[in-house]
């Protein structure tokens, strides 16, 4: 399906098929790998996956240039905020690592032209990892990711090398499907649980729509397992500790659900920018259809962390009556939890899991190792303070 850079539309299909052979071909002359001597342009540095690319690419590799796009905060200057999220890197940050303050959503990245300018005469490949993930509803992020993608593949096609355009999407533009495992040839649904997934979907239109080099990546669900850093705990695991207020809850043991540790997404990132070639343009990164965790077993491992045997039922979501929320969901602080965990529900209970079959296929020994989810939760957890979930489930 076509769409007009200007009028992204819904995609149904997954094209997925055309090979990336001529990418690393093309700058094998120079390095062995996809970062030495490399000028690589970087967006979503502050965030959980930017952020470990960032580091893991600094920590093992030698780029002739990294330019960060980000965003200053408060006080914190763009540049003070990717050092701080850069602590615990354990290599120095490097002269070419090169900090910009950018804003995706506006005109030429937010960019002076001097700066706009050097970036496209120099870069070979971007690695756009920002996004909006909010999962909120009329907030601005159907509209904001789709103007991000806009904006820096406007970028891309200035560049005088025809840079690798490397999308960080994400397995859940799929849209709303039940039980299924899904291949990226699978056609996506229409209908979505949030304006986000749909948001990913429709950028993705507009990538391969673009007439750059392209390589799109798919996580699942990817958890912050070996950082210390708060946000990221509770960026997708703030409803967890809810859990252990009620007695009960519309979930459906059973279901599977695709859950990653950032380490095992950043280095598939890794392994294949550093294939000689790709046969696909798109990969799932997920823990596919054999090594999913259990909603069942998520809950689980919450009882054992926190030592208290609650939810003591999860109702399959179909038998869940008005009479069970009348039962299970009394006081103010289970009304207030079980509202925001109605977001979250339908990907809870959706018992889907996405093949990586394409990704172990393209990487063979090279594929990341897969930690269970049990060796690396409860240090999550520990972050995460019932009274924080409260707090988080309070925000609009
Ligand atoms: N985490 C997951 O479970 C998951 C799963 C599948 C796919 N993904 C995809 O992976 C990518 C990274 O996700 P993440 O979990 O790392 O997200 P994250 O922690 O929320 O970080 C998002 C990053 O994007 C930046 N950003 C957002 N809007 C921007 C804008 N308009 N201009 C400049 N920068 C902007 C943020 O900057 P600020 O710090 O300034 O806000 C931050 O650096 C996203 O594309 C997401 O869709 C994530």
Same mark, same amino acid.
């Given at each position: 399906?076509?769409?007009?850079?200007?009028?992204?539309?819904?995609?149904?299909?997954?094209?997925?098929?055309?090979?990336?052979?001529? %990418?690393?071909?093309?700058?094998?002359?120079?390095?062995? *790998?996809?970062?030495?001597?490399?000028?690589?342009?970087?967006?979503? !540095?502050?965030?959980?996956?930017?952020?470990?690319?960032?580091?893991?690419?600094?920590?093992?590799?030698?780029?002739?240039?990294?330019?960060?796009?980000?965003?200053?905060?408060?006080?914190?200057?763009?540049?003070?905020?990717?050092? /701080?999220?850069?602590?615990?890197?354990?290599?120095?940050?490097?002269?070419?690592?090169?900090?910009?303050?950018?804003?995706?959503?506006?005109?030429?990245?937010?960019?002076? #032209?001097?700066?706009?300018?050097?970036?496209?005469? /120099?870069?070979?490949?971007?690695?756009?990892?920002?996004?909006?993930?909010?999962?909120?509803?009329?907030?601005?992020?159907?509209?904001?990711?789709?103007?991000?993608?806009?904006?820096?593949?406007?970028?891309?096609?200035?560049?005088?090398?025809? #840079?690798?355009?490397?999308?960080?999407?994400?397995?859940?533009?799929?849209?709303?499907?039940? =039980?299924?495992?899904?291949?990226?040839?699978?056609?996506?649904?229409?209908?979505?649980?949030?304006?986000?997934?749909?948001?990913?979907?429709?950028?993705? !239109?507009?990538?391969?729509?673009?007439?750059?080099?392209?390589?799109?990546?798919?996580?699942?669900?990817?958890?912050?397992?070996?950082?210390?850093?708060?946000? %990221?705990?509770?960026?997708?695991?703030?409803?967890?500790?809810?859990?252990?207020?009620?007695? !009960?809850?519309?979930?459906?043991?059973? =279901?599977?659900?695709?859950?990653?540790?950032?380490?095992?997404?950043?280095?598939?990132?890794?392994?294949?920018?550093?294939? #000689?070639?790709?046969?696909?343009?798109?990969?799932?990164?997920?823990?596919?259809?054999? *090594?999913? /965790?259990?909603?069942?077993?998520?809950?689980?491992?919450?009882?054992?962390?926190?030592?208290?045997?609650?939810?003591?039922?999860?109702?399959?979501?179909?038998?869940?009556?008005?009479?069970?929320?009348?039962?299970?969901?009394? *006081?103010?602080?289970?009304?207030?939890?079980?509202?925001?965990?109605?977001?979250?529900?339908? %990907?809870?209970? @959706?018992?889907?899991?996405?093949? *990586?079959?394409?990704?172990?296929?393209?990487?063979?020994?090279? @594929?990341? !190792?897969?930690?269970?989810?049990?060796?690396?939760?409860?240090?999550?957890?520990?972050?995460?303070?019932?009274?924080?979930?409260?707090?988080?489930?309070?925000? #609009?």
């Amino acid at each position: 399906m076509h769409s007009s850079p200007t009028t992204p539309a819904p995609y149904s299909t997954f094209p997925g098929t055309e090979g990336l052979s001529t %990418f690393n071909a093309g700058l094998s002359a120079a390095s062995p *790998n996809a970062f030495d001597g490399r000028n690589i342009l970087l967006t979503g !540095a502050t965030g959980l996956i930017g952020g470990e690319l960032l580091k893991a690419i600094i920590e093992r590799y030698n780029p002739n240039a990294i330019y960060t796009l980000a965003r200053g905060r408060h006080n914190a200057t763009p540049e003070s905020r990717v050092v /701080t999220r850069l602590a615990h890197c354990t290599k120095s940050i490097p002269e070419s690592l090169q900090v910009i303050e950018g804003e995706l959503t506006t005109a030429n990245c937010g960019l002076n #032209p001097q700066v706009y300018k050097t970036i496209c005469d /120099t870069t070979e490949v971007i690695l756009h990892c920002a996004a909006d993930t909010s999962f909120l509803d009329g907030a601005g992020v159907l509209e904001a990711n789709i103007e991000s993608v806009r904006n820096i593949l406007e970028m891309a096609k200035q560049c005088a090398k025809m #840079p690798l355009f490397v999308y960080v999407s994400t397995a859940a533009n799929v849209g709303q499907v039940q =039980s299924r495992t899904i291949c990226e040839s699978d056609d996506a649904e229409t209908e979505h649980h949030n304006e986000y997934t749909q948001s990913k979907g429709m950028a993705e !239109a507009l990538v391969r729509a673009s007439g750059l080099p392209y390589l799109i990546l798919r996580p699942s669900i990817v958890l912050s397992a070996g950082i210390t850093d708060q946000t %990221f705990a509770k960026s997708i695991l703030w409803c967890a500790p809810l859990f252990t207020l009620f007695n !009960a809850l519309p979930m459906n043991a059973d =279901s599977r659900i695709d859950v990653i540790p950032v380490s095992y997404v950043t280095d598939s990132i890794i392994e294949l920018l550093n294939q #000689p070639s790709l046969e696909h343009d798109c990969y799932y990164i997920s823990a596919g259809a054999h *090594n999913c /965790t259990l909603a069942g077993e998520v809950v689980r491992l919450v009882k054992e962390f926190y030592a208290i045997d609650c939810p003591k039922a999860l109702v399959h979501p179909d038998k869940w009556t008005g009479a069970d929320y009348k039962q299970y969901v009394k *006081n103010s602080d289970q009304r207030k939890a079980f509202f925001a965990l109605r977001y979250y529900f339908p %990907f809870i209970n @959706m018992d889907v899991a996405y093949s *990586n079959e394409r990704l172990k296929q393209q990487l063979k020994d090279r @594929m990341p !190792a897969l930690p269970p989810l049990s060796s690396y939760l409860a240090p999550l957890l520990q972050q995460i303070p019932v009274s924080l979930s409260l707090a988080e489930a309070a925000r #609009p």
